[in-house]
């Protein structure tokens, strides 16, 4: 195994060097594998998300002025250094746009044309590679939706609500950003998912030698704190842990209807690059 996927199971696990490097070889080297199961042999109740991502880039939001509809968007470029230039910003800035207006999802069909000439022509300027990488729209549906960009521009939220305002939208779309719900409501939840987390609470609880009727308690119990602790509606609300999303809004006469969130780079494992093994065979050459 090579020691930076080690390195990246020890971080996320917090577990030592030898049991990393075991799991990693029971799992062929697949590493979400390998956290699966460790969680069942250790008891570990979770594992951090993977922090290596491929691309750099933002993410940017355009709300319509009345809340009706709104669009979110990633463009992404090799670095951090050409995410903060203003030609690479501008770019930005006229994807945002056009989507927005022509209310396009279709990253394709939006670049054709004007965008993908003025994609590569700041390609040969800047000397990266830069991408549109994805789009969403979300329309209110008797409600509006409201936007939040983290300040890097590195997470982008969209919320939509049924009832309430885009001051209301924009709290929910604020705590969005901060914690990462996967879904809307416990309902929500996938199927396969659930069945992960049983399978896992399972031999968990198993290894504790308590009888058969407690076990199936105490798994329940795990399921039902796993839907709160990932269902938005059930998660203390970040401005004020005292009152839950759900009941924030609810209290304003409005729901939660769906939200989208975007982090720059999720999803995409960046390539690990020795700089002093690729030195030194720049030198040898």
Same mark, same amino acid.
């Given at each position: 195994m090579s020691a930076a996927l080690v390195k990246e199971l020890r971080e996320r696990t917090g577990l030592? #060097?030898?049991?990393?490097?075991? +799991? &990693?070889? +029971?799992?062929d080297g697949d590493i979400e594998k390998a956290i699966e199961e460790?969680?069942? !042999? !250790?008891? $570990?109740?979770?594992?951090?998300?993977?922090?290596? @991502?491929?691309?750099?880039?933002? *993410?940017? @939001?355009?709300?319509a002025e009345d809340g009706s509809y709104g669009v979110i968007v990633e463009v992404n470029s090799e670095t951090d250094f050409v995410a903060?230039?203003?030609?690479? &910003?501008?770019f930005v800035a006229r994807v945002v746009n056009?989507?927005?207006?022509?209310?396009?999802?279709? *990253?394709?069909? #939006? $670049?054709?044309?004007?965008?993908?000439?003025?994609?590569?022509? &700041?390609?040969?300027?800047?000397?990266?590679?830069? !991408? *549109?990488?994805?789009? !969403?729209?979300? @329309?209110?549906?008797?409600?509006?939706?409201?936007?939040?960009?983290?300040?890097?521009?590195?997470?982008? *939220?969209?919320v939509e609500l049924k009832g309430g305002d885009q001051d209301l939208a924009k709290d929910v779309a604020m705590h969005v950003a901060a914690v990462n719900p996967q879904v809307v409501s416990a309902e929500d939840m996938p199927a396969e998912l659930i069945e992960k987390e049983r399978e896992i609470y399972t031999v968990q609880a198993q290894d504790s030698g308590k009888p058969a009727e407690i076990i199936e308690k105490m798994i329940g119990g795990r399921i039902k704190k796993f839907l709160a602790e990932n269902s938005l509606v059930e998660q203390a609300f970040v401005k004020d842990p005292d009152v839950t999303v759900g009941k924030l809004v609810s209290a304003a006469g409005a729901s939660v209807a769906s939200f989208i969130r975007f982090e720059v780079g999720e999803g995409i494992e960046r390539e690990q690059v020795d700089f002093a093994a690729e030195v030194a065979a720049q030198l040898k050459g």
């Open positions: 030592g #060097l030898l049991e990393c490097k075991k +799991a &990693l070889a +029971a799992a460790l969680r069942k !042999s !250790s008891g $570990m109740k979770a594992a951090k998300k993977a922090g290596r @991502t491929a691309a750099d880039g933002v *993410v940017s @939001t355009r709300i903060r230039d203003e030609n690479f &910003l501008g056009a989507a927005f207006e022509q209310r396009e999802t279709d *990253v394709a069909a #939006l $670049m054709a044309g004007e965008l993908e000439a003025a994609r590569e022509s &700041l390609v040969q300027k800047i000397g990266e590679n830069i !991408s *549109v990488r994805r789009i !969403s729209l979300v @329309t209110a549906d008797a409600g509006v939706v409201g936007a939040y960009v983290h300040g890097n521009n590195r997470i982008a *939220v969209l």
